[in-house]
């Protein structure tokens, strides 16, 4: 869980890597300097030229505070290198660049799928909760892709538009950090990252373990909502990310 909660994608480790490398330039010079104070600081032999030996000593210190210079340098470099944070989720934007905030609004049909309503949607969700309650801000949804009236698609969806904290996540974790959260709490296996199409940000697939077997796990995430998508019986990650894109671009408005 400790391991969950860091984000390597973040500013803030972005920057910590840029202290970790000045830090350790810095005692690095530290210690060159501690090691060769004897030898900058030599005595002057008896009967030997002043003036030479002052000449020497400054060579000597000169030297040394170049190769300091030079390992602040390569230290900077590589800092400036290491620092590459991923934007924040609310930073994200559509494919052509443009900021976009989409509302998602569920379907009642795309695809080969359909909404379930009334007994059918109930029956759904007693199945797929069995008792179980979820946090009052995801809104959920279920599809059936065969008309059999039973569910083949979990749709839960989070978003900023009616839960603060959704927005207040967005703004401080990128979307490899949410995927990583929620996929980590599914204990997915095999989560690959796939095109997510015009509305840009992120979409991910991986499998989880279901009541019958292998079932994949599909998440989409934008500048304001982050949506899951169980697929009950697609286990090709490349098809369920698909399914899933198609869904997506039928639910934003």
């Known amino acids: 869980m400790i ?16 202290v970790g490398y000045m830090t350790a330039a810095a005692l690095g010079i530290g210690v060159l300097w501690w090691l060769t104070r004897a030898w900058r600081k030599q005595s002057t ?5 002043p003036v030479h030996a002052a000449r020497g000593k400054r060579k000597r210190t000169w030297f040394i505070a170049g190769v300091s210079v030079f390992i602040a340098a390569v230290a900077s470099v590589k800092a400036f290198a290491s620092y590459d944070p991923e934007p924040r989720a609310f930073e994200a934007v559509a494919a052509d660049g443009t900021a976009e905030y989409p509302v998602i609004i569920l379907p009642e049909l795309f695809d080969r799928f359909r909404l379930l309503k009334g ?6 969700e007693d199945e797929v909760l069995a008792g179980r309650t979820l946090p009052h801000s995801i809104r959920t949804g279920y599809y059936d892709q065969d008309a059999d009236g039973s569910y083949d698609l979990f749709v839960m969806v989070n978003s900023a538009d009616w839960d603060p904290k959704v927005a207040e ?10 995927f990583r959260n929620l996929f980590a709490g599914a204990k997915a296996r095999d989560v690959t990252r796939f095109d ?4 840009g940000g992120g979409l991910a697939c991986g499998h989880v373990t279901g009541p019958d077997g292998d079932q994949t796990l599909c998440a989409w995430s934008d500048a304001a909502n982050l949506v899951g998508v169980r697929h009950v019986y697609e286990t090709d990650l490349a098809a369920a990310a698909r399914t899933t894109l ?8």
Not at 169 to 176: G, V
Not at 246 to 253: P, Y
């Open 246 to 253: 198609a869904l997506r671009d039928a639910a934003s408005t």
């Open 119 to 124: 007994e059918d949607a109930a029956r759904a």
């Open 169 to 178: 996540s967005k703004a401080t974790k990128s979307i490899s950090q949410e």
């Open 3 to 18: 391991v969950a909660s860091l984000d390597p994608t973040s500013q803030a480790w972005a920057f910590g890597e840029v």
């Open 45 to 49: 032999p008896p009967g030997s030229d």
């Open 196 to 199: 997510p199409g015009r509305h």
